[in-house]
């Protein structure tokens, strides 16, 4: 409510043309919160607006809107506005903006930055998108290990307010291999003419320019960082990546985990921005392979078609077993999915998970087995026979989905797919057929149909 | 694999008694590793291990260790080394371990700890498990508005080594009121006699202690902070939460939220680290209720059963049915949680999302129902009357699920429940029936059962 209001504040100073009092009120506001507001405003008002924000407010507010509204603005820039606004990001924040831009757009961003932000910033463009090069940024400090700490801190205030962050300052030697790093705080609480070498630390955790960027977040999630260094083949300090990145990624990360496993073609998108057509196409394609792999299942109904009709009672009971199955199923593949991720379980724990899953299912599939016998015989009333008939499925549903719940995410990680898109819609496919195969079997040998 | 013959280099160190190199060893190592190693090594040498750390390092490691470790490392400590310990750490990793320990243990930690610890730890243990105040330490630097830049980087000198943060300084009243905030970059660039005052950022963003944890982190993610401020009702500055918080926060409700959608009750410990019987508790309850609800469905077929016995075949396409609405459901419920999650979604929103899946299930009604139609007639050869009633069906089982998965979450949300909970396992209940009583109700009529 009371964004909205403050929402038609501001439009309604912009139509009385109160430019001074709308800047005023615009640089008291953070960055996102900026972006947030522009993103509700009608469109043709951007570029008006966003030329009322001093020189690096703007910039990082251009580093917070959405990718449609970015290229909006820029398309409206002079060449010297574009530049002025490249010239403020850090490079891993231009990297970000240039890797959602049409070709034409990079062409002339690319074009309106320096030769050497421009050659840095190819440089970033080259790593892979899911990568730590992709991450990282070259704006850190980085100290030789004979300098002083007296030295470090004048180095730091000389040239700290162009980095990304100075709390964490890297040492590395002459041919830029990384030596070891110094929090702020060591320097400030050192004595002055100490070399730095002395109250560096030396076991430096960091990671290649190549690797993943889930394991990039979850390394400074483990060791509470700052930051993290990357390196080179060589061991050469080429970037650092910063926690308010680690944040970012998780958060991506497990949105789109969660939208495979809810079998949806993943977006980067807040759920209110994406259109009619958008959420449809991320959704349509899924929705049409699994109704034709449920079909499959619906065949096997088909050619027992005999035992139904000689026992129509069996049907009632489809949904009940197809749904246990799909529960059990996903209790343990979302589990093992989610240890995948999280780097806690990986192929080696193939026979620990199994195992463990064998035993767990054994009790729940006696657990519910029973449970349902009971219902069965007391309430339903269906005799113990078919009662029987059902039980015996149960238990084996139960079983056959928890281990194929956690073999196929697995499985799927070791094959280079990602275990979140193999898990509950090819299960669920599979146990439902392998249910209902074992239900008409039993029942058709244990009732004589 | 190189993790394991560390792990037995050091068992058999241990053995051989060498214990001034094991601890040489361990101090190169990182807190967060040491808890890893320590938790795959035989319970009874931990107390052995553990006293060969240095006193620093000794309670770093502690807060990274399991709960059950803890308490037995807890259990073997002196009252002396208990106290040591609890010296070391932070107040909120002492209030985080004193959540999770039984009422003697903490009634024993709370001893040995000095007077003025042992208030500050109760006034921390006060706030409810999911709020800022249980995530908050008070170890932050505050300053008053009127100290010089170089007057604030001394005190920090001093003062910064017992702080969890350095980097961002609040600068309070004389009534602790929060008047605004500082970083030490700040500090660093600018002139040392400038008055804090007037470097100060007076558009300060922070939380009550009431605040939810999820909220939090949020906030943090959002605005890059390192640190957020936790203020009282009277607006005082009472402490801080920390980035490295945020990051913990966030798999945590992730992982909670996976689990409630998949229908296991949460619990906090890694797969691998939890027993059979822990599993099979976190598992069974919603089996049970689940299995119970199915069989009303199962009821509905069961009052048709005149219907199926008469058209058999009906009972093949009742798997395609019920998947495409259990995935249709999870797709849009999915969607909805993670954005009520992520503070992008709320009630007032709901009419929104209600008309915006309104049309997405009209598109994906019509393309699977007409997809399912020319299936039918191709391939199955069912004949027109009933392909009709299947996809009639059909398109009503997509509307119906959309529509059911974007307002239970909604509505969950606003009645004080957690939407995760409220999601699938419901709404696949809610539209199986919906589905099976339209289905029979469609067959009924148009084929004249």
Same mark, same amino acid.
């Given at each position: 409510?009371?964004?909205?209001m403050?929402?038609?504040?501001?439009?309604?100073?912009?139509?009385?043309?109160?430019?001074?009092?709308?800047?005023?009120?615009?640089?008291?506001l953070?960055?996102?919160?900026i972006?947030?507001?522009?993103?509700e405003?009608?469109?043709?008002r951007?570029p008006?607006?966003?030329?009322?924000?001093?020189?690096?407010?703007?910039? /990082?507010t251009?580093?917070?809107?959405?990718?449609?509204q970015?290229?909006?603005?820029?398309?409206?820039f002079?060449?010297?506005e574009?530049?002025? +606004?490249?010239?403020?990001?850090?490079?891993?924040?231009?990297?970000?903006?240039?890797?959602?831009?049409?070709?034409?757009?990079?062409?002339?961003?690319?074009?309106?930055?320096?030769?050497?932000?421009?050659?840095?910033?190819?440089?970033?463009?080259?790593y892979?998108?899911?990568?730590?090069?992709s991450?990282?940024?070259?704006?850190?400090?980085?100290?030789?290990?004979?300098?002083?700490?007296?030295?470090?801190?004048?180095?730091?205030?000389?040239?700290?307010?162009?980095?990304?962050?100075?709390?964490?300052c890297?040492?590395i030697?002459?041919?830029?291999?990384?030596l070891g790093?110094?929090?702020v705080r060591t320097?400030l609480?050192?004595?002055e003419?100490?070399?730095?070498?002395?109250?560096?630390?030396?076991?430096?955790?960091?990671?290649?320019?190549?690797?993943?960027?889930e394991e990039? #977040?979850?390394?400074?999630?483990?060791y509470?960082?700052?930051?993290?260094?990357?390196?080179? /083949?060589?061991?050469r300090?080429?970037?650092?990546v910063?926690?308010?990145?680690?944040?970012?990624?998780?958060?991506?990360?497990?949105?789109?985990?969660?939208?495979?496993?809810a079998?949806?073609t993943?977006?980067?998108?807040?759920?209110?921005?994406?259109?009619?057509?958008?959420?449809?196409?991320?959704?349509?394609?899924?929705?049409?392979?699994?109704?034709?792999?449920a079909?499959?299942?619906?065949?096997?109904?088909?050619?027992? /078609?005999?035992?139904? #009709?000689?026992?129509? #009672?069996l049907?009632?009971?489809?949904?009940?077993?197809?749904?246990?199955?799909?529960n059990?199923?996903?209790?343990?593949s979302?589990t +093992?999915?989610?240890?995948?991720?999280?780097?806690?379980?990986?192929?080696?724990?193939?026979?620990?998970?199994?195992?463990?899953?064998?035993?767990?299912?054994?009790?729940?599939?006696?657990?519910?087995?029973? #449970?349902?016998?009971?219902?069965?015989?007391l309430?339903?009333?269906?005799?113990?026979?078919?009662?029987g008939?059902?039980?015996?499925t149960?238990f084996?549903?139960?079983?056959?989905?928890?281990?194929?719940?956690?073999?196929l995410?697995?499985?799927?990680?070791?094959?280079?797919?990602?275990?979140?898109?193999?898990?509950?819609?090819?299960i669920?496919?599979?146990?439902?057929a392998?249910?209902?195969?074992?239900?008409?079997?039993?029942?058709?040998?244990?009732?004589?149909?």
């Amino acid at each position: 409510m009371k964004e909205t209001m403050f929402r038609e504040a501001l439009v309604s100073l912009l139509e009385e043309k109160k430019y001074a009092t709308l800047r005023d009120i615009l640089v008291t506001l953070n960055p996102a919160d900026i972006a947030g507001l522009f993103a509700e405003l009608p469109e043709r008002r951007l570029p008006l607006l966003f030329r009322l924000l001093p020189k690096e407010l703007a910039a /990082e507010t251009v580093v917070e809107m959405e990718p449609e509204q970015q290229e909006l603005l820029i398309q409206g820039f002079s060449d010297s506005e574009l530049k002025e +606004v490249i010239d403020e990001l850090y490079l891993d924040d231009a990297v970000d903006l240039i890797e959602e831009m049409p070709a034409n757009v990079v062409r002339r961003i690319l074009g309106s930055a320096d030769p050497d932000t421009r050659k840095m910033i190819n440089e970033l463009l080259k790593y892979p998108e899911d990568s730590a090069g992709s991450l990282m940024t070259v704006e850190y400090v980085s100290l030789r290990p004979t300098v002083t700490v007296e030295q470090a801190i004048r180095q730091i205030r000389r040239t700290g307010i162009d980095k990304e962050t100075v709390y964490t300052c890297y040492v590395i030697g002459d041919d830029r291999r990384l030596l070891g790093f110094v929090s702020v705080r060591t320097l400030l609480v050192s004595e002055e003419e100490t070399p730095i070498e002395e109250v560096m630390e030396t076991n430096v955790i960091y990671v290649h320019t190549s690797e993943d960027k889930e394991e990039v #977040a979850n390394l400074i999630r483990r060791y509470d960082f700052i930051a993290l260094p990357v390196v080179d /083949e060589e061991q050469r300090l080429v970037g650092i990546v910063t926690v308010d990145d680690a944040l970012d990624v998780m958060q991506e990360e497990f949105t789109e985990d969660l939208e495979r496993i809810a079998a949806i073609t993943p977006t980067d998108k807040p759920y209110l921005r994406m259109g009619v057509l958008e959420l449809y196409k991320s959704r349509i394609l899924w929705l049409l392979l699994l109704m034709i792999s449920a079909t499959f299942t619906g065949t096997i109904i088909t050619s027992f /078609e005999s035992a139904l #009709a000689a026992q129509v #009672a069996l049907a009632s009971f489809i949904p009940m077993l197809m749904n246990t199955g799909g529960n059990c199923g996903s209790q343990t593949s979302v589990t +093992v999915i989610r240890g995948l991720s999280l780097g806690e379980i990986d192929f080696a724990d193939l026979p620990r998970v199994l195992w463990k899953e064998a035993r767990v299912s054994l009790l729940c599939g006696v657990t519910l087995a029973a #449970a349902s016998f009971l219902k069965l015989l007391l309430f339903d009333k269906v005799g113990m026979a078919i009662a029987g008939v059902i039980c015996v499925t149960l238990f084996a549903t139960v079983i056959c989905a928890k281990l194929v719940g956690c073999v196929l995410p697995i499985l799927s990680k070791k094959l280079g797919l990602d275990p979140a898109v193999m898990s509950n819609p090819f299960i669920t496919t599979i146990v439902d057929a392998v249910s209902l195969i074992i239900y008409f079997q039993v029942a058709t040998k244990a009732l004589g149909l």
